[in-house]
């Protein structure tokens, strides 16, 4: 007998391939077997998604070292783990356009700015969302291997860390974030602002846990790292508005306040 996968020969009484490490398969599909190898891959914890996701959660410096260790069976690679970040955002992107926009109120701090001109700018925003969500990638890295970098990582090894919290960060704000568009859109941008900060929150925490620090250099590089990302986050904004604003997606006048 040999594996359909790899093609090796196999012992009769052999359960999984010594080479591929694939079930060997010898009855006909069923609805049953069938329902059996779905929810194997697809709910079973130790599944690499379900494994990632946790792990991640709650000891997200075991994720990092396994891969920049190169262990690559155990954990979701970066890579992977951003797409799925990327398919979820653009599925929230989709269903504030079609369900919550018209009832999302952007001026929450009172300026002035008409909702069309808030509207404009999150339409280019969703409109070239997968590329402004990568560029939180190098912004992230930088700050921790500037400020946080016990484990003497090089950068490249930085931005798989910041790869996989940024990825980590959306895919576990998707649910209540869809949930406040759907019910609750004209809280959506105070929302927003929490979950900004939990984004710097959740960061910092992941890379603090990658080293080990006294109370009083964990405290320093913590305001320093937050600093960074904070300007770097601020400066990621402005020049996306600058962009906007050069190309034609937005003008002047979209700014100009609302008469009262």
Not at 64 to 75: E, S
Not at 161 to 184: C, G
Request: charge should be positive; glycine fraction near 6%; include cysteine.
């Amino acid at each position: 007998m040999n594996c359909k996968n790899c093609d090796s020969n196999l012992r009769t009484d052999f359960a999984y391939c010594p080479t591929c490490g694939a079930r060997v398969v010898q009855k006909r599909l069923t609805f049953r077997n069938l329902a059996a190898d779905v929810y194997e891959r697809v709910f079973n914890i130790d599944n690499t998604i379900f494994r990632t996701i946790r792990d991640l959660t709650v000891r997200p410096e075991h994720v990092i070292h396994a891969y920049v260790a190169g262990i690559r069976r155990k954990y979701m690679n970066p890579l992977n783990y951003l797409g799925l970040a990327i398919f979820i955002s653009g599925a929230m992107f989709y269903a504030m356009r079609k369900f919550a926009m018209d009832r999302i109120n952007f001026d929450i701090f009172g300026t002035g700015m008409t909702n069309a001109a808030s509207v404009k700018i999150m339409d280019a925003v969703m409109e070239y969302s997968s590329f402004v969500f990568l560029l939180y990638i190098p912004i992230i890295g930088c700050s921790g291997y500037l400020t946080l970098n016990r484990q003497d990582y090089n950068l490249p090894e930085y931005m798989v860390a910041s790869s996989y919290a940024l990825a980590h960060i959306s895919i576990l704000t998707f649910l209540p974030s869809l949930l406040i568009m759907l019910f609750l859109p004209e809280h959506y941008i105070q929302y927003s602002l929490i979950m900004m900060l939990f984004m710097f929150g959740y960061s910092l925490w992941a890379f603090l846990r990658l080293g080990t620090y006294s109370l009083a250099s964990g405290l320093g590089r913590s305001i320093i790292f937050l600093l960074l990302f904070f300007l770097g986050y601020l400066a990621l904004s402005l020049g996306l508005n600058m962009v906007f604003f050069l190309t034609g997606e937005v003008s002047l006048e979209d700014f100009r306040p609302i008469d009262k």
